[in-house]
């Protein structure tokens, strides 16, 4: 079981964060600025479409393909954005000596069969070296598609885009202080991804999103999208104690039990599948994560089975001393409740946690997710955010969830 005291020791918690995840995280805001800045000083600013196009794909891979799903969340029913991820991983030949080729170098992409020039292909990614990535940009040329490169300056991918007339967008990495570097990866071609290069893909993302005029999102939403990220930076610090920091009695929750991340609405599933992914990259832990009401029907086997509350008999032969303690279910219901009365709505205040019991206005599907825990014994835990805009909302919620990923991998080392 986790040691939650832990938590509380910010020098500890310094010396486990080998690859500086909290100092990357801390500085989510200022990525998404910096991103904003440099997009328009590569031509973002002076970019006139004519018309919106008929179809947005947005290929990579990790949270480049979260960046995705997240725009096409904000994006609603009447735009058609598709995540493209890769379909194939072929073994890539050595390229520096000595040093194993990164997984990410074999990877391919291929774009639809009815992709063409109505559509738009943004590509985004992190290290700007995928093969696949500059073949995926030349078939898009080849096909009369435009194109939008998300790539490291100086990279492959970058110097790509130039070739096939993209329009270049600069991704914004994480800038360390002078003498702090992250450890090296135990397997070097499969890292931990930085968990807030989300924003570095994201920011870019939905400024051109902006522009085409594929969201609805107010002028100011992303800029101010930046000041909640630094708000929710200050919450969950470091030297934040348990009990006022959110991230971290988030993490103590999710100690020793195996998450079921249910979501009501597009914004919340997105946030749920990002935390997911972030519990097995940086926790090391399993989730599953579904939309209300299907997840009701997918997971109700779980309540039932070995990880039920009421599925251990008691046996009374049975010898418990050496065992560990046996996991259990949990359920994490992440909303969107807009305009709620009383929900958080300034900088300083993040989603906020249902107190148990509470009987305020819920949805079919929420009222049915807490009937079904109850009935079963299994502890659920709500978070809601009731800021007006969806894209705040998921930046309150993301960044919860991924301080509490973080602040739980950190703590289950060091036990």
Known sequence: MLDDTLLDDPAALQRADRDRALLSLAGSGARVRTALRLADAAGLDRLRPDGRPRAVLVAGHGSALTAGDILAALAGTGSLVTPLPPTEATAPHADRAGMPPAFTAGLGWQLPGWAGPLDLLVISSADGDERGLIGLAEQAYARGCPIVVTAPAGSALADAALQVRALPLPYVSSALPEGEAPAAAAEPD??????????????????LAQKIGLTQLPYDALPATADLLDASAVRCRPDAAAYTNPAKGLAARLAGTVPLLWAEGP???????????????????PALAGLLPQALTAHRGMFTGQLGAGADPDDFFRDRV???????????????????????????????????????PRSFGAAR????AAAHDVRLTEYASARPDPLHALADLVALTD???????????QS
């Open 267 to 285: 914004v919340a599933g997105a946030v749920a599948a990002r935390f997911a992914a972030q519990l097995a990259d940086r926790a090391g832990r």
């Open 190 to 207: 499969l890292p931990a991804e930085d968990p807030a290069a989300l924003w570095s893909h994201l920011a870019p993302l939905l400024a």
């Open 322 to 360: 050496e065992e560990p303690d046996p996991l259990h279910l949990q359920v994490l219901l992440l909303r969107h409740t807009p305009g709620t009365a009383g929900g958080p709505l300034d900088e300083d205040q993040g989603p906020a946690e249902v107190p148990e019991g509470d009987e305020g």
């Open 403 to 413: 301080f509490a990923a973080v602040y739980l991998g950190l703590a289950a080392a």
């Open 369 to 372: 997710a807490h009937r079904l």
